[in-house]
Nanobody
Framework: QVQLVESGGGLVQAGGSLRLSCAAS????????MGWFRQAPGKEREFVAA????????YDADSVKGRFTISRDNAKNTVYLQMNSLKPEDTAVYYC?????????????????WGQGTQVTVSS
């Protein structure tokens, strides 16, 4: 079983950037496709981005396309989410998740392991 810990969240002004990290322990990260999700207050958790085990393929939600980039370093057992041109509507708790499924998944129930989340707040 893999344990996931997110970091890198914080308060940033609109237009700014943040890079989230998700560090894995207990199992090699290369055994999983990885995803980022977010949940804003009063809203359901939503898919942000996903990346295959090798890192060759990624998929982004339309709401973040062109602004966010998911990547991974399997040697460091870490997944990243680079967030640029941040908007107030990006404010949420961001979670990384690991999936044993094959082919990129965008639904949270298709992910098997979750981190505790990191808060991202974008001020206008």
């Amino acid at each position: 079983q893999v344990q996931l810990v997110e970091s890198g969240g914080g308060l940033v002004q609109a237009g700014g950037s943040l890079r989230l990290s998700c560090a894995a322990s207990g199992h090699t990260l290369s055994s999983y496709d990885m995803g980022w999700f977010r949940q804003a207050p009063g809203k359901e958790r939503e898919f942000v981005a996903a990346i295959t085990r090798s890192g060759d393929n990624t998929y982004d939600a339309d709401s973040v396309k062109g602004r966010f980039t998911i990547s991974r370093d399997n040697a460091k057992n870490t997944v990243y989410l680079q967030m640029n041109s941040l908007k107030p509507e990006d404010t949420a708790v961001y979670y990384c998740a690991a999936s044993l499924q094959w082919r990129l998944r965008i639904r949270d129930y298709e992910y098997d392991y979750w981190g505790q989340g990191t808060q991202v707040t974008v001020s206008s």
